[in-house]
């Protein structure tokens, strides 16, 4: 079961959300700066896939992909206690 897209507007008007091909964005405006929340990466070493901050940071670790970016998307997604606050990981300009 995939995750059904989130999109918020802070008070600005500019969107918050994880990026997903499910909605065009385009049809909000100018994207104007896209900023990368978190990745998912194979440790050969551990045999298990990791989320990391963009600092590095492992936050999260499984030996599933599809359960480790499960767990990204609620985890740094709008609402998620690691949701990039300052450094917004998408804005779309007011159009």
Known sequence: MSAIPVVEFDENGDVVTLYTDE??????????????????????????WMVLTPDGE???????????????????????PHQPVPDRDLEVANG
Do not use: K
Request: glycine letters at 14%; proline letters at 2%; a negative charge.
């Open 23 to 48: 909605i065009d964005l385009y049809e909000l405006g100018v994207i104007g700066d896209v900023r990368r929340a978190s990745q998912v990466e194979f440790d050969g070493a551990q045999q298990e």
């Open 58 to 80: 492992v936050v999260h670790r499984d030996r599933n992909r599809v359960r480790a970016i499960g767990w990204e998307i609620r985890n740094f997604g709008p609402g998620g």
